[in-house]
Each structure stands twice: as structure tokens, then as C-alpha cells.
């Protein structure tokens, strides 16, 4: 049986099953237009895409041909913003959920981080002029950076500098040469500061995410889906199901155990079967999806549950109930995986 990548002729036969995926993007302008094309597709069948951009040189350096500076992170940003917008406008199924990710040593990423808080104030303007306020509206439309979460990852060197009242440096992507030193307090008023405005950018602690990693041999983990429930390697995908807690309650209020246990241990079989026979949006993707096969078990409803119980959900109580069941559905879907691995 051939184990090769091969493009499938009927997507219907073999449907796009992950919901999350995260891809990666060079510093060339065939990769940057090769991940708009692989955004559109993922869109196109209702799934969301998240990227790390920090290998995109900044527009304070040169271009290689050494003919000029490069036009920068922004302004591709924005390129590749319209795309997910367009997309989302034709679409039936969902909007475009795109995640936009950037280290914070990025010379651009001041910028970045406050790109949607102008962008609203923008909007502001245009509202008060009299167009529509709503998110679908002519003033919202008009501006840029409104069909992605932007999110800024930190290392824990920035916090000890943070911490220690140090300065920060912003590194040139391709010399790695500073290119500027700030203290690293006025880099974090102002990533709070835009964060309190308009609820972007969001923090990924890069450090602390990397000591969870479960295949650190593997590569990084740089970036993640938008909902950043899926933290995995480049060019990787995770096909998603969710239980629901309450009809596992039984007419006493009781949580039946056993029942929880079968069917998660179906639903992760279910899941693992779905790797194979799901399709994919380029080879890289499809090969990661069949040698490491990401799988994400959840919960929902998990507010309905509590109240049932006439316990707070912000409660020691809540939160134990919530930890006692996730740590079952884990034990229960790594015993499953091992099972399967075995067989």
C-alpha cells in the first residue's frame, strides 16, 4: 500500500475534516501568496488557520537584491486580511477564522500590536460620519485588520526584563542586529494598552508553552489555530469533537462515569479514524496529519453542568469538577491512543 501524498479528485469523497490548522510562512513573496491560497481553501470548507509571521522582514530592512526596503509585516498583513474577508462575505458556512502571530522581538511589532486599536478609531470617525456601525458595515469594511486575532508571543526573557526594569531589543529578521532598544515597560503599556482598547492583540507565552510541548524533538511550537485551544507544530492540523456534559447527568444529578468513559473512548476512535480519511490542503499538512494525527477531545456546556449542580463557576468546587473531568477524558483518550498504537 502506497504511503505517498496524493491529491484527491472529489472533496465531497474525502472532506476536509480539521477544524484547526496552523501553517507556516517563509520570508519570500511565493510563500507568502502560497499561504493566501491555502487560507482560501481552509476557509472555503469552514476551518481556521493561524500563522506565526515573524520570519517576514520588517520594512526597516533591505531587500536582498539589495535594491530597496522590503514594503514590511504590515502591509502583507493587510494583503492577506482582505483575503479572509472576501472569503467570508461568499461563504454559507462560517466567517473566516484567522490567527495572526508575532515574536516579540519583530522590529514591526509595536505596530502590530496596535494596528487594530488605529484601525477602530478609524472606524470611529467613519461611524460618526454616518456610515453603519455594525461589524458588517461600510466603516468596519473600510478599515483594515478586522478578520484575524493578532497575538503577540512572549518569552520569559521579556518578562524578566520586564520585571527587572530592563530595556528590549528589536531584532532585524534576516542580520538578527538590533535595530532598536526600548524599555521593556513601554512595550507592555502599550501591548495592554491596545489589548484594553479593543481587546487585541492577545499573549502567547512562547517559553512556557515549549516546556508543555509533547513532541519537542519535533521542532517548536510557534504559533496557533484562532481559538488557540490547538498549540502544535507548523503545518499541522487537529480534527476537533466536544461532549456534552449534561447528558451525562442522570435524573439525580449524578455524573455517570461509565457512560462519559464509553463514549469518549468512542469519539476518540471516531477521531483517529477521521485522520485517514480526511483530505488536506497541501502535502505538508496531509503528511504531519498522518504521522503525528492530532486529535482534540473537549467538552461543552460545562456552565449548564455547574448550575445544575447549584454549584458557582467560579468555585474550588467548579473548578474541581471541571479539572476531575478533564483529567478522566485525558486518561481515557491516552489509554485508547495506546491501544490503537498497539493494534
Request: charged share 20%; glycine share 6%.
Amino acid at each position: 500500500k502506497s504511503k505517498s501524498v496524493k491529491q484527491i479528485q472529489n472533496a465531497y469523497e474525502r472532506p476536509q475534516c480539521s477544524a484547526c490548522f496552523i501553517q507556516c510562512v517563509e520570508d519570500t513573496l511565493e510563500s507568502i501568496f502560497d499561504l493566501a491560497k491555502t487560507e482560501a481553501k481552509l476557509f472555503k470548507y469552514g476551518s481556521g488557520s493561524g500563522t506565526n509571521f515573524s520570519r517576514l522582514r520588517s520594512k526597516y530592512e533591505p531587500l536582498l537584491s539589495g535594491s530597496g526596503t522590503s514594503s514590511g509585516l504590515i502591509s502583507f498583513l493587510e494583503v492577506l486580511d482582505r483575503g479572509a474577508g472576501a472569503i467570508k462575505s461568499g461563504g454559507t458556512t462560517r466567517r473566516a477564522a484567522k490567527m495572526v502571530c508575532v515574536d516579540l522581538d519583530h522590529p514591526e511589532v509595536l505596530h502590530f500590536s496596535e494596528w487594530k486599536m488605529r484601525a477602530e478609531k478609524k472606524a470611529h470617525v467613519l461611524i460618526a460620519a454616518g456610515y453603519e456601525s455594525d461589524f458588517e458595515g461600510e466603516a468596519y469594511r473600510t478599515v483594515a485588520g478586522q478578520n484575524a486575532n493578532n497575538s503577540v508571543r512572549i518569552p520569559k526573557s521579556f518578562m524578566n526584563a520586564l520585571i527587572d526594569h530592563k530595556d528590549w531589543s528589536l531584532r532585524a529578521r534576516v542580520s538578527n542586529k538590533v535595530l532598536k532598544t526600548l524599555p521593556a515597560r513601554e512595550v507592555w503599556d502599550r501591548i495592554v494598552h491596545s489589548a484594553w482598547m479593543c481587546a487585541d492583540p492577545g499573549v502567547q507565552f512562547h517559553d512556557t508553552i515549549n516546556e508543555w510541548h509533547t513532541c519537542p524533538e519535533s521542532g517548536e511550537i510557534r504559533a496557533s489555530n484562532p481559538c488557540s485551544e490547538y498549540m502544535f507544530l507548523d503545518d499541522s492540523a487537529c480534527n476537533l469533537a466536544s461532549l456534552n456534559l449534561v447528558k451525562f447527568m442522570t435524573p439525580e444529578g449524578d455524573f455517570d462515569v461509565v457512560s462519559f468513559m464509553h463514549v469518549a473512548r468512542i469519539m476518540f476512535t471516531a477521531q483517529e479514524i477521521l485522520v485517514d480519511y480526511s483530505s488536506y490542503p497541501t502535502a505538508k499538512i496531509a503528511e504531519n496529519s498522518h504521522n503525528y494525527r492530532p486529535l482534540g477531545l473537549g467538552f461543552a456546556n460545562l456552565g449548564s453542568f455547574l448550575m445544575r449542580k447549584a454549584l458557582p463557576y467560579n468555585s474550588d468546587d467548579g473548578r474541581a469538577w471541571a479539572g476531575a473531568i478533564a483529567n478522566l477524558m485525558h486518561g481515557v483518550a491516552y489509554w485508547t491512543s495506546a491501544q490503537l498504537a498497539e493494534t
